[in-house]
């Protein structure tokens, strides 16, 4: 049984104070890359239909978060977020603004400063206390007018989807660091269509199955089309080889196109193997995510080579 989200919403008026208390079913380390990394943030920061755009981001005491609310019109509504105290995976403080899209500041509305804790809880879920702090009464109104609470509640379910789905492909990883190579593919929803179909030349079975986004917590408030689309699949084709894929939903921030829709995916048993072929093979190539430890418990990267093949390097942290 999935454990119950923990939502507290409070306006102290006398202290011109939000406090925002939310729970989240996974590890404190995924949930803290799910705030503070932009490729992730711009999944679900914004409430739907709107998105996220991240323009640049900082992310260091004195940095900066520069982004986009996009409409479905297309239309821009620029805003900054400026980090002033980083303590990792316990808390981030800083102020945000609205501004333009050279992140000149606008002053005709409120800024608002953020103290973001994060605990560990001993079930391995987290719980997250953000305390909005503002400096007069009318911007605290003003801001709750404007509709915080309705958007800023749609933004922490759509984090929910995601942080969700990855903590179950983390759990589902393979068990040990045995070296294999992969190739990994993305469908705009017809994953399952084409695996059936590899299975039928290849004459195998799927991995533990298909895993679907709807069988992971988080997912209630998707859409039934999204509940089935495939989160994860693993083929054995021949001489060892496995093929692995998953949909690539657009309203879960994914742009897919025919050609960067397959990878090469290389496990090595050891960091250090996993450094060296990321550094030899992606040299004088293009590095679309450099190597580094990632929320989902890998030592990961990915880039295209100097030929124009798309790789990843992906050494499991256990």
Not at 17 to 39: G, Q, Y
Not at 201 to 220: D, H, K, L, S, Y
Not at 274 to 295: I, K
């Amino acid at each position: 049984m999935n454990k119950a989200i923990l939502f507290n919403f409070d306006v102290d008026k006398a202290n011109k104070k939000i406090r925002v208390e939310r729970s989240f079913n996974a590890p404190i380390d995924l949930v803290w890359a799910a705030w503070t990394e932009a490729d992730i943030l711009d999944q679900w920061w914004a409430p739907k239909p709107y998105r996220v755009e991240t323009k640049s981001m900082d992310f260091r005491e004195g940095g900066r978060w520069h982004y986009a609310m996009v409409s479905p019109e297309n239309e821009k509504h620029w805003c900054t977020f400026d980090y002033e105290t980083i303590q990792p995976e316990k808390q981030y403080a800083g102020t945000d603004a609205f501004c333009d899209e050279n992140g000149v500041l606008n002053t005709s509305f409120p800024r608002t400063h953020w103290t973001n804790n994060f605990n560990a809880q001993q079930d391995d879920s987290t719980v997250v206390t953000c305390e909005l702090q503002f400096k007069a009464l009318e911007d605290l109104e003003t801001l709750v007018k404007m509709g915080f609470k309705e958007g800023f509640t749609m933004g922490l379910q759509n984090l929910d989807q995601y942080i969700s789905a990855q903590f179950y492909l983390r759990k589902q990883k393979k068990p040990d660091n045995r070296t294999r190579v992969c190739s990994y593919v993305n469908f705009p929803g017809t994953t399952e269509e084409a695996f059936n179909f590899y299975k039928s030349v290849f004459r195998t079975e799927f991995v533990n199955g298909i895993q679907r986004f709807g069988e992971v917590a988080g997912q209630e408030g998707a859409s039934e089309t999204l509940k089935k689309m495939v989160l994860h699949v693993e083929l054995p084709l021949v001489g060892g080889h496995i093929l692995m894929g998953t949909d690539a939903p657009k309203e879960m921030g994914f742009t897919l196109t025919q050609g960067n829709n397959m990878h090469i995916s290389v496990e090595p048993s050891t960091r250090d193997e996993a450094t060296r072929l990321f550094n030899e093979l992606s040299e004088g190539g293009n590095v679309t995510m450099p190597l580094q430890d990632m929320f989902f418990g890998a030592y990961y990267g990915s880039f295209t080579d100097k030929f124009g093949i798309n790789w990843m390097i992906n050494h499991q942290n256990i």
